[in-house]
């Protein structure tokens, strides 16, 4: 996408997008190829799908509290759908994210060594995006993992990536990056 704000999502239906802002700040494809794991990843898990139906059963959820609340006053379904709100999007939806971010995290990972991409660019390219920046808001108040959280996570997995990245370098008759 033609945007200098840097970012990458996917769409429902496989659709994943890179804004021009994210291929500047990378420093290679090394580190492209990690964000596309990450977002093929969320493709291949169908993440997408599984936000749409937690936040229809949210919704639900909703309709049965205005329901059961219709007798009440109006401060007390003010207070009940506020609490309800605030509930289920620190307790389920931000949760359900981060936990969707972290598995798409591994496995996008494991994608881009596969593919004979050096899995370090990942904590490279994490790095900038943290930038040396300390998070403002606490990590149960968002959608994705703290970075840091997120670079110990990658660091944690990357045995594993790197021999998925030698095993396909030689596959390829290549030889890979120390």
Avoid: C
């Amino acid at each position: 996408l033609d945007s200098p704000q840097v970012n990458a999502f996917a769409m429902p239906g496989g659709y994943t997008y890179v804004t021009r802002g994210l291929l500047a700040l990378a420093n290679n494809e090394a580190e492209v190829a990690a964000v596309m794991g990450h977002e093929i990843a969320h493709v291949a898990f169908r993440h997408s799908n599984k936000r749409i139906s937690q936040a229809m059963g949210i919704a639900l959820g909703g309709v049965i509290l205005n329901t059961a609340m219709r007798n009440k006053s109006s401060t007390d379904r003010v207070l009940a759908t506020g609490a309800y709100g605030v509930g289920t999007t620190v307790g389920m939806a931000l949760p359900f994210s981060r936990s969707q971010e972290r598995e798409a995290d591994h496995r996008g990972l494991f994608y881009a060594a596969m593919a004979g991409y050096d899995p370090r660019a990942a904590i490279s390219f994490w790095k900038k995006m943290q930038g040396g920046k300390k998070r403002k808001m606490p990590e149960f108040l968002s959608t994705h993992p703290d970075p840091g959280n997120r670079i110990e996570f990658l660091e944690a997995n990357m045995e594993h990536a790197l021999g998925l990245y030698r095993e396909a370098k030689l596959a390829r008759g290549e030889k890979p990056n120390p």
